[in-house]
């Protein structure tokens, strides 16, 4: 029995999201078979945004959940809590995903401990369920569920992995950075930054995600063209503007970091 309202996971206006190829068609067949799936690509570059546009567009409610390394089991299933009349089990995310039949996306999920992933098994094969041992039930998915996870392949991808037996229970689409002129649509229209402005962020963006590999963990991602764009908009200067959002978060090398504010000086 479930006490939630699944119109409050309801995505109520339709998030931006520019194709980048046929990923739409795609995730809407994989949905439609109940498929779980697993988004793959560098962090920033769109993959919880095609998420929240995906559920939007299938009219379904949406849990998201960021995963971390302290998560254990029970935040994502559940627990029993103490309450003035004692004990009250209470659902966690992915419980009451699996109860109302939402799409629940389990954000970076290589994360959390192996012990945490494993209790999606169940819920990720013919089965469909999820057993709460400490409640001593079996949650029978909603007809309408389906598992989301979104998976980093490039920086931790050595330290830590998910084992096989995880992976191959997903269908998987890659993601990367969109193509110059998508990403200076999408930089322009969620930034509010004119498309030629948008289009030099994109081109410094380039010249530093070349060093990815070399002093660079990971390339400067959409998201922080993004950012750069919105403190223009905001009458700061450009050069201060892109040091900001695109140079000092990504490293603490002082090498590294004239380096990309030298690529920042061609451009503004
Ligand atoms: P990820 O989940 O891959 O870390 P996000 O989905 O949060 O990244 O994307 C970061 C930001 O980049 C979004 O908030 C959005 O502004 C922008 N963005 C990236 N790709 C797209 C896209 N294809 N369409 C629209 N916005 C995008």
Redesign the pocket.
């Known amino acids: 029995m479930s006490t939630v309202d699944p119109n409050q996971y309801l995505v109520k206006n339709e998030p931006?999201?520019?194709?980048?190829g046929d990923e739409i068609t795609l995730y809407e067949a994989a949905y439609n078979a109940r498929m779980p799936m697993m988004?793959k690509?560098?962090?920033?570059?769109?993959?919880?945004?095609?998420v929240e546009h995906m559920a939007w567009r299938l009219k379904r409610p949406l849990i998201t959940v960021a995963c971390n390394e302290d998560m254990t089991a029970s935040d994502l299933v559940g627990r029993f809590l103490l309450d003035k009349d004692g004990t009250k089990w209470q659902d966690g995310p992915l419980a009451t995903a699996a109860r109302i039949g939402a799409i629940c996306y389990l954000?970076e999920v290589v994360e959390a401990r192996q012990d945490t992933t494993v209790v999606i098994h169940p819920l990720t094969d013919h089965r469909r369920t999820l057993p709460l041992d400490k409640k001593g039930e079996l949650i029978e998915a909603h007809p309408d569920f389906q598992l989301v996870i979104?998976y980093n392949p490039g920086y931790q991808s050595l330290m830590k992995d998910l084992k096989q037996s995880t992976k191959q229970r997903f269908g998987a689409l890659d993601?990367d950075y969109?193509a110059e002129n998508?990403e200076v649509a999408?930089v322009s229209?969620?930034s509010g930054v004119d498309q030629k402005t948008a289009g030099k962020l994109v081109q410094i963006a380039h010249r530093a995600r070349n060093l990815k590999g070399h002093g660079l963990d990971e390339g400067i991602?959409?998201?922080l063209l993004?950012y750069a764009g919105q403190l223009i908009g905001k009458g700061i200067s450009p050069q201060a503007a892109c040091t900001m959002t695109m140079v000092t978060p990504l490293t603490d090398d002082p090498d590294m970091r004239d380096t990309l504010n030298a690529a920042v000086q061609t451009f503004f």
Not at 41 to 50: E, V, W
């Open positions: 931006y999201y520019e194709a980048v988004l690509g560098p962090t920033g570059c769109g993959k919880s945004r095609f954000d979104s993601f969109p998508i999408i229209k969620e991602s959409t998201r993004v």
